[in-house]
């Protein structure tokens, strides 16, 4: 490209190159004529991660016995990890049967070789996962299941914010403004919920507890960023085949710790099965399913919708975890969970995109104009030459300059 011009390889004909502008006004154009058959699929990932995301931590609150875990939670992510692996297998072959004649074959020694080289990044949020699958166990320990989930949607702040420093991404002060009401009505939901006289670890609770909710909120935060960045920036690799690298990265990180814990306490440790019940075998594919559709939003989507469609889940968790444990729905939830809902329509609505559209707008409206001048000029210089064709053949020209 040289001088905003553009040199076809073939041909070597210039062309304008086309501005960011123009690129993103496009793929909003392309976003409003979205099909029937895509927003019935964007609407089931949606419920069907509202549900997922809503049973975690009840199914993690049945799976405790006497307020404790009797089984290890490493284990029950190593098994997860495994799950979702098999998983990526199956679907991987399952691709690979109904590839289209000239494809790069997927299930080839040199492209699986070359996909594992370039994404190798995702062995980052692998990590920073295993770390917060561990800690989401923990959590359950200082608040009940509707608080753990209220207190997971401050994780929409963070992520905005690395996503703006990390991946360049705008935000309108309205949305901005949609952040901070999110903040409010989790504010709100917390008043008064830590228990009062007990402690942990030998920490006052509220102290354990703001440590572990500071962990929680910032890893998971960089772990969904990181792993938006390295799907999309491979873009063209089948997502199968990321979720097995993602999800491999996973299972090895798990099953050091595993490792790690038997090494502290005891062989007993490696036994993976140790202490588990039907909870946590519902818990272990909940959890698959849940990480599985994660994928899917955060190559297909981004991170902030995946995490407004995890807040949807807070009413679901809070009815659930008052039905079945007989835990107080307050005053101070319900009117938290109003405020998140207020944030989320505020976040979407066209409203909070009204100055880009204008932008939009007017660049468009200048191309129009600028077209029409041409069309104009255009049909002036053709009216010009249409009267100078006329005024050259009129009838008094051809008259002879002399009379005969």
């Given at each position: 490209?040289?001088?905003?011009?553009?040199?076809?390889?073939?041909?070597?004909?210039?062309?304008?190159?086309?501005?960011?502008?123009?690129?993103?006004?496009?793929?909003?154009?392309?976003?409003?004529?979205?099909?029937?058959?895509?927003?019935?699929?964007?609407?089931?990932?949606?419920?069907?991660?509202?549900?997922?995301?809503?049973?975690?931590?009840?199914?993690?609150?049945?799976?405790?016995?006497?307020?404790?875990?009797?089984?290890?939670?490493?284990?029950?992510?190593?098994?997860?990890?495994?799950?979702?692996?098999?998983?990526?297998?199956?679907?991987?072959?399952?691709?690979?049967?109904?590839?289209?004649?000239?494809?790069?074959?997927?299930?080839?020694?040199?492209?699986?070789?070359?996909?594992?080289?370039?994404?190798?990044?995702?062995?980052?949020?692998?990590?920073?996962?295993?770390?917060?699958?561990?800690?989401?166990?923990?959590?359950?320990?200082?608040?009940?299941?509707?608080?753990?989930?209220?207190?997971?949607?401050?994780?929409?702040?963070?992520?905005?914010?690395?996503?703006?420093?990390?991946?360049?991404?705008?935000?309108?002060?309205?949305?901005?403004?949609?952040?901070?009401?999110?903040?409010?009505?989790?504010?709100?939901?917390?008043?008064?919920?830590?228990?009062?006289?007990?402690?942990?670890?030998?920490?006052?609770?509220?102290?354990?507890?703001?440590?572990?909710?500071?962990?929680?909120?910032?890893?998971?935060?960089?772990?969904?960023?990181?792993?938006?960045?390295?799907?999309?920036?491979?873009?063209?690799?089948?997502?199968?085949?990321?979720?097995?690298?993602?999800?491999?990265?996973?299972?090895?990180?798990?099953?050091?710790?595993?490792?790690?814990?038997?090494?502290?306490?005891?062989?007993?440790?490696?036994?993976?099965?140790?202490?588990?019940?039907?909870?946590?075998?519902?818990?272990?594919?909940?959890?698959?399913?849940?990480?599985?559709?994660s994928c899917f939003f955060l190559k297909y989507a981004d991170a902030i919708l995946k995490k407004y469609s995890s807040t949807v889940a807070t009413i679901?968790?809070?009815?659930?975890?008052?039905?079945?444990?007989?835990?107080?729905?307050?005053?101070?939830?319900?009117?938290?969970?109003?405020?998140?809902?207020?944030?989320?329509?505020?976040?979407?609505?066209?409203?909070?995109?009204?100055?880009?559209?204008?932008?939009?707008?007017?660049?468009?409206?200048?191309?129009?104009?600028?077209?029409?001048?041409?069309?104009?000029?255009?049909?002036?210089?053709?009216?010009?030459?249409?009267?100078?064709?006329?005024?050259?053949?009129?009838?008094?020209?051809?008259?002879?300059?002399?009379?005969?």
């Open positions: 490209m040289k001088n905003g011009m553009i040199e076809c390889s073939v041909c070597h004909s210039k062309l304008v190159s086309p501005t960011t502008k123009s690129i993103s006004r496009a793929y909003d154009r392309h976003k409003t004529r979205v099909s029937s058959k895509q927003r019935v699929l964007n609407v089931f990932l949606v419920v069907g991660d509202c549900m997922l995301v809503g049973l975690q931590p009840i199914l993690v609150y049945m799976s405790k016995v006497d307020g404790r875990f009797k089984f290890s939670p490493i284990s029950v992510n190593f098994l997860t990890e495994m799950t979702k692996v098999l998983f990526a297998i199956v679907m991987l072959f399952f691709q690979a049967r109904h590839q289209k004649v000239g494809e790069k074959p997927l299930l080839s020694i040199s492209t699986f070789i070359q996909a594992a080289r370039n994404n190798v990044l995702l062995a980052v949020p692998a990590f920073l996962y295993a770390i917060n699958n561990y800690l989401k166990f923990i959590m359950q320990l200082y608040f009940n299941p509707a608080t753990v989930k209220m207190l997971s949607n401050l994780k929409v702040l963070v992520i905005a914010v690395l996503l703006k420093i990390i991946m360049r991404r705008r935000f309108s002060i309205i949305q901005w403004e949609a952040l901070a009401l999110l903040l409010i009505g989790i504010s709100v939901n917390q008043l008064r919920s830590l228990p009062e006289g007990s402690t942990a670890m030998g920490l006052p609770v509220a102290m354990g507890a703001y440590i572990y909710t500071l962990i929680f909120i910032t890893v998971p935060s960089m772990a969904s960023v990181f792993n938006e960045y390295a799907l999309k920036s491979q873009y063209d690799t089948s997502i199968y085949l990321q979720n097995l690298f993602l999800y491999g990265y996973g299972a090895i990180f798990n099953f050091l710790g595993i490792l790690v814990t038997a090494i502290f306490k005891g062989p007993d440790n490696l036994d993976i099965l140790q202490g588990h019940s039907k909870a946590t075998m519902l818990l272990i594919f909940n959890n698959a399913a849940q990480g599985l559709l679901f968790t809070g009815i659930a975890s008052a039905v079945l444990f007989g835990h107080t729905l307050t005053m101070n939830f319900l009117l938290g969970i109003s405020i998140v809902f207020i944030s989320m329509h505020q976040f979407f609505s066209p409203l909070s995109k009204a100055k880009d559209e204008q932008q939009n707008g007017m660049l468009e409206l200048r191309d129009v104009q600028e077209n029409h001048r041409s069309k104009e000029s255009f049909i002036d210089m053709a009216a010009g030459a249409n009267e100078e064709a006329a005024h050259r053949i009129g009838s008094d020209e051809r008259q002879p300059l002399l009379p005969t």
